[in-house]
Nanobody
Framework: QVQLVESGGGLVQPGGSLRLSCVAS????????MGWYRQAPGKQRELVAT???????NYADSVKGRFTISRDNAKKTVYLQMNSLKPEDTAVYYC??????????WGQGTQVTVSS
């Protein structure tokens, strides 16, 4: 059974930084694109950033220049470095694995709270 396990969330002050990690128990991690999504209370889940199997990245406009997605195929891990955090970044952050023609997978989420 495939599992995606996120970690690294927590409480941080505005302007601070956090790094989220997601370890995936995928047998061929390198063939999957990976993404981070977030869902704030009362709002729909939204895309934050994705990274393809070849390393191409894509970001939501709201996080461009502040967040960086990266991956380590040897560790089967995807990261989300979040800098200059704002209160509006507060949400549950979810890891996603995707591959054309195959089932996608989601993690259980990790809470990020930006507050003074």
């Amino acid at each position: 059974q495939v599992q995606l396990v996120e970690s690294g969330g927590g409480l941080v002050q505005p302007g601070g930084s956090l790094r989220l990690s997601c370890v995936a128990s995928l047998s061929i991690f390198s063939l999957y694109g990976m993404g981070w999504y977030r869902q704030a209370p009362g709002k729909q889940r939204e895309l934050v950033a994705t990274i393809t199997s070849s390393g191409r990245t894509n970001y939501a406009d709201s996080v461009k220049g502040r967040f960086t997605i990266s991956r380590d195929n040897a560790k089967k891990t995807v990261y989300l470095q979040m800098n200059s955090l704002k209160p509006e970044d507060t949400a549950v952050y979810y890891c996603n694995a995707f591959r054309a023609g195959y089932q996608g997978y989601w993690g259980q989420g990790t809470q990020v709270t930006v507050s003074s």
